[in-house]
């Protein structure tokens, strides 16, 4: 299969995930190329055979993996807007800082009550003097970013809450 015809179904899939962020309504070929490179490195599954050139083919084991996310992906909205570089590093950094974070460790050893209100401001990077508007948007940017991350979401919506009935 050719580059452009896995970029036009991953647009399809996923609209505007492969998207360029200045015009979004085109599908940036070299990220998906990128990405399509990335799959076919053992390390990252050896899912794929082949080059931008050639063309591309699915493994073994890039079928079966295809079979079983398909299955676990219907009817879940890919869709995403890009994002700058600047907005990918600042992902990665609170991802990191809210997986080392009291909140986190409490809630990973099952502890979830021992979360204490500083701990919970903490992982949101609030305190008494961000109030009102500057508070909400506060938690409201790591909400959204982080809702749908399978580590962390359980607790950005609890301590969200917990700090909004506050």
Do not use: C
Request: without cysteine.
């Amino acid at each position: 299969m050719d580059t452009e015809d896995v970029a036009i179904k991953a647009n399809e899939l996923a609209p505007k995930r492969f998207s360029w962020r200045k015009y979004p309504e085109q599908v940036n070929l070299e990220l998906v190329r990128v990405y399509l490179s990335d799959a076919k490195k053992p390390e990252k599954g050896g899912y794929l055979l082949g080059s931008g050139t050639d063309g591309w083919l699915l493994t073994e084991a890039g079928v079966r993996f295809a079979r079983k996310a398909s299955h676990a992906l219907e009817g879940v909205d890919l869709s995403r807007d890009p994002l700058s570089p600047r907005e990918r590093q600042w992902l990665l950094r609170e991802r990191r800082r809210m997986l080392s974070s009291e909140a986190y460790a409490k809630l990973s050893g099952g502890r979830p009550d021992a979360i204490t209100d500083k701990e919970a401001e903490d992982f949101f990077r609030v305190d008494d003097y961000v109030a009102g508007a500057a508070r909400e948007r506060r938690i409201t940017r790591i909400v959204n970013s982080f809702a749908s991350d399978t580590e962390l979401a359980q607790l950005v919506h609890l301590l969200a809450s917990r700090l909004r009935d506050r």
